[in-house]
Nanobody, 119 residues
Framework: QVQLVESGGGLVQTGGSLRLSCVAT????????MGWFRQAPGKEREFVAR????????YYAAAVKGRFTISRDNDKNTMYLQMNSLKPEDTAIYSC????????????WGQGTQVTVSS
């Protein structure tokens, strides 16, 4: 059974940092695009960042560019999201996702981890 499990969320003050992790089990995603998404209360899910299987190509949403860094360790089947200079508007449930291949059709999703930034 394929599973993506996020961890690292929590409560942090404005300006603080958190590092999210996403561990994949059940299959390897070393050749797949992976990404982070978030959903704030009352809002639709939105794209945060994605990373190619080689880690060469990374894309970020405008709202997080320059503050968040996506990375992955294919040997550990793990993806990360380093979040710095957090703002209250970053408060959301953060979920990781994996595509079947190198495209952006994200088929596999984690349950999410809560990130709360207090003002």
């Amino acid at each position: 059974q394929v599973q993506l499990v996020e961890s690292g969320g929590g409560l942090v003050q404005t300006g603080g940092s958190l590092r999210l992790s996403c561990v994949a089990t059940g299959r390897t995603f070393s050749s797949s695009t992976m990404g982070w998404f978030r959903q704030a209360p009352g809002k639709e899910r939105e794209f945060v960042a994605r990373i190619s299987w080689t880690s060469i190509t990374k894309y970020y949403a405008a709202a997080v560019k320059g503050r968040f860094t996506i990375s992955r360790d294919n040997d550990k089947n793990t993806m990360y999201l380093q979040m710095n200079s957090l703002k209250p508007e970053d408060t959301a449930i953060y979920s990781c996702a994996a595509a079947v291949g190198t495209g952006t059709d994200f088929k596999y999703w984690g349950q999410g981890t809560q990130v709360t930034v207090s003002s």
